[in-house]
T-cell receptor, first 111, second 116 residues
Framework: DAKTTQPTSMDCAEGRAANLPCNHS???????VYWYRQIHSQGPQYIIH???NNETNEMASLIITEDRKSSTLILPHATLRDTAVYYCIVRGHNYGQNFVFGPGTRLSVLP | SQTIHQWPATLVQPVGSPLSLECTVEGTSNPNLYWYRQAAGRGLQLLFY??????ISSEVPQNLSASRPQDRQFILSSKKLLLSDSGFYLC???????????????FGDGTRLSIL
């Protein structure tokens, strides 16, 4: 019962921007969009999250459409170390709600 | 800054043996703590979460149990392991009181458990 849809895999050239899309057409008003990534054999790493405004931090930018039905994670200058599986997660803040990780997008940054 | 530690990193155990995985968090007080399992090629499944000492909630019925004997210590246990318990076990924490908020969870590097 995943709430998000992501492409299975993507490639990006090193040094270029990586734009990872996510569809969440059934998102409700109190649900946030979170992005994590997982490098092989490590735990998921938190990247960024947002509700409706675009967000930016030292790792990435998050662009959320006005209707909130989709979003894009942007890695402005991808490096080889950004090769990982990227997860887009929609989560509300009701008591007991947890992070449900789907299959994600496997991003390969190519030299 | 806050850090989370899990050990061991890898573990190979025979069927029917007991299990104890430990997770500790530093740099924060009264965190919410979580145990997840990730089967090969699949997403994460939440197993347990805790909002305080000796306060454990189980998300799915299973062969495992969790305990929180200290504020920043979370232990995953089993009395008799099954083959189906193999997987990648992840501990996570979030800021206290955030089951009702938007704050993210932060994960450890996991324990890869193989049952033979």
């Amino acid at each position: 019962d995943a709430k998000t849809t992501q492409p299975t895999s993507m490639d990006c050239a090193e040094g270029r921007a990586a734009n990872l899309p996510c569809n969440h057409s059934t998102i409700s008003g109190n649900e946030y969009v979170y992005w994590y990534r997982q490098i092989h054999s490590q735990g998921p790493q938190y990247i960024i999250h947002g509700l409706k405004n675009n967000e930016t931090n030292e790792m990435a930018s998050l662009i959320i459409t006005e209707d909130r039905k989709s979003s894009t994670l942007i890695l402005p200058h991808a490096t080889l170390r950004d090769t990982a599986v990227y997860y887009c997660i929609v989560r509300g803040h009701n008591y007991g709600q947890n992070f449900v990780f789907g299959p994600g997008t496997r991003l390969s940054v190519l030299p | 800054s806050q850090t989370i530690h899990q050990w061991p990193a890898t573990l190979v155990q025979p069927v029917g043996s007991p299990l104890s995985l430990e997770c500790t968090v530093e740099g924060t007080s009264n965190p919410n703590l979580y145990w997840y399992r990730q089967a090969a090629g699949r997403g994460l499944q939440l197993l347990f979460y805790s909002i305080g000492i000796d306060q454990i909630s189980s998300e799915v019925p299973q062969n495992l149990s969790a305990s929180r004997p200290q504020d920043r210590q979370f232990i995953l246990s089993s009395k008799k392991l099954l083959l189906s318990d193999s997987g990648f076990y992840l501990c996570a924490w979030s800021v206290a009181g955030t089951l009702r908020s938007n704050q993210p969870q932060h994960f450890g590097d996991g324990t890869r458990l193989s049952i033979l």
